[in-house]
């Protein structure tokens, strides 16, 4: 075979490729997923906010009609006694100060005109001309009122400074003479919830939709001025709104100082036959959206920290990965000369005087040009494949040998990987381990013994080009070193001796939560000896160098193996086992260096080892 100069063709640095690929992968996802974040996010404060109207709005309009139902309720024992026309006025009188004293907090004023003409009131005295006034215009309207009943609107004055309703109730007295009701009833408790509910941001009031005044407000000085909605779009809204329908919506508004304001506003009609009132809660945008502009910030903020993070990342990765795979090229070149040396060996002297020169790999933590490595590998498989051939006849010639040395196999089958060179003995060691740990007789650690041994047996049936890859298998790759556990099994069943083995060899890589292969058994259709052999086989990959990670060290392994006991990998009953023996120092981790040393399983003509 030629070893003269490979070819060499111009390409692209795969510096610039994979930076560029890198940065592509990092910040586009990451960009797409922030606008999407903070998209679904912004949708969800704005539905929250508008939640918060509509429980003020509902919450607002139930206590209002709760509380004037109750106030109607007060007035109901005295509506009853006078319909049966049997009182004088004396009784009469006694009968309201009864009931103006039972509930002082609610009733201010009680007055009821008889047919005769004759006033009878009680409570506070002296009242003003205008509540006055009002009084007796409530009379007229509710002798007029087609329901018997009329609410006015809430009324402050210097005597009722937390506000007052007019409630009249038209009375039939036997005989169909009638008579009026009226009563000063308290609204301090309501005027309280609006102001309680005017939190946040949030402004919560009430207009009379007849007039379009505002009669409930937290601001008297809005009460005071007599303000008046019928010139905004709220009023106009709310003209055009359903019973029992809450609408939000945006509109512009003059502030105090008389400046226009955005505001988020939602209405909502008090489902009271006795009022024509709405409620309203306004919410300027810049507290609404508050929460939303902050969140933007902080997702803008992050995403810039992690796109710098990721170009600073990618660089450094693109440049690591450059230097290791030129280092592997070199290290490339010398293996495949190495190789052709090994190819024409025909003694065990000069097999062992070669196997002194093998070149010492070189350390590549990442991968780099990768045409130049496509050729250089090319020319490997080249050369392995010649040196397999000739292995095939040798293995041929030997398979009785070593159908007699269950150690020998298993090392043969471990030296096909610098990387696990003796990985079934320690596997075996942890497993004995684990097993004289949870109380195991004599013949099962035996069998346990042999199954450890060969629980890798089946690598034989596996190409080469997929079991030495240096890199990440593909899909397809790995569905096929899924099959050597199968392998094994098949292999060791020819043995009558092995038949007690056969299991751990089979379901070594079955997981408790089906996660495994080659079945996907479950829980304790694992046979014990696979679950023990499962975590050894773990604990022995993770504590030694692989080319797609650095070792654990053991307590690392461990916490790590914990961690996939408590996601329903392995079972805890075996990996418990495993600890206490590690802490008791029976588990010696082999030094990383002497299992990187290549060694070799070699033969004379009288096929001796």
Known sequence: MNMGKFSSKKRISIFYFLLLFMISVSIIP???????????????????????????C?????????????????????????????????????????????????????????????KIEVGKTNLDRETIKKIDES??????????????????????????????????????????????????????SFKRASIAGNTVYLVDIHTGDVIWHPDKEILISKANITNTPIYDEMLRLDPFVINTFSVALENKEHKKENKLVSIYKIPDKNVN???????????????????????FLFA???????????????????????NLI????????????????????????????????????????????????QKLADTLKEKIEQLHQAAHENRELFKGS????????????????????????????????????QEELDNLENAALLHDIGKIGIKDEILQKPGELTDKEFEIMKLHPEFGAKIIEQIPKLKPSIAGVRYHHERLDGSGYPMGLKGNEIPLQARIIAVADAFDAMTTERPYQKPFTPKAAIERLKFLTNEGKFDKRVVNALI???????????????????KYINFNQNGNV
Request: aromatic share 8%; proline share 4%; with cysteine.
């Open 139 to 192: 009379i007229s309207k509710c002798l007029k009122n087609k329901n018997d009943i009329f609410v006015s609107k809430p009324i402050y004055n210097p005597d009722f400074p937390n506000g007052v309703l007019i409630v009249g109730k038209r009375i039939r007295i036997k005989g169909e003479k009638e008579s009026c009701l009226v009563s000063l009833l308290s609204i301090k408790k309501i005027d309280y």
């Open 304 to 326: 810039i920290i992690s796109i710098i993070f990721a170009i600073i990342l990618s660089f450094a990765f693109s440049a690591m990965l450059t230097h290791s795979i030129n």
């Open 30 to 56: 990451l960009t797409f997923s922030s606008y999407v974040l903070i998209d679904y996010n912004s949708n969800i404060l704005k539905r929250d906010r508008q939640l918060i109207h509509l429980q003020l």
């Open 580 to 598: 206490k023996a590690y802490n008791k120092k029976l588990i010696t981790i082999p030094d990383q260096n002497e299992i990187k040393k290549p």
């Open 406 to 441: 269950i150690k020998t196999l298993a090392a043969a089958i471990d030296a096909k990987d610098p990387y696990t060179r003796g990985h079934s003995e320690r596997v075996t060691e942890y497993s004995l381990t684990i097993a004289r740990e949870l109380g195991l007789s």
């Open 330 to 377: 070199v290290w490339t070149n010398r293996l495949t000369k190495y190789l052709h040396r090994l190819s024409s060996t025909i003694n065990e002297k000069e097999l062992q005087e070669h196997e002194s020169r093998y070149p010492a790999k070189t350390e590549v933590k990442l991968i780099h040009e990768l045409g130049i490595l496509s050729d250089r590998f």
């Open 277 to 299: 009132w709405g409620i309203v809660v306004e919410t300027p945008v810049s507290i609404a959206n508050a929460d939303i502009e902050s969140m933007k910030a902080k997702t």
């Open 58 to 118: 509902k919450s607002m309009a139930s206590e209002i009609s709760t509380y004037l139902n109750y106030c109607l309720g007060l007035l109901t024992p005295i509506e009853k006694s006078i319909q049966l026309g049997v009182l004088n006025e004396e009784k009469i009188k006694t009968l309201l100060k009864n009931v103006y004293k039972t509930f002082p907090q609610n009733i201010k004023y009680i007055e009821i005109t008889n047919p005769e003409g004759i």
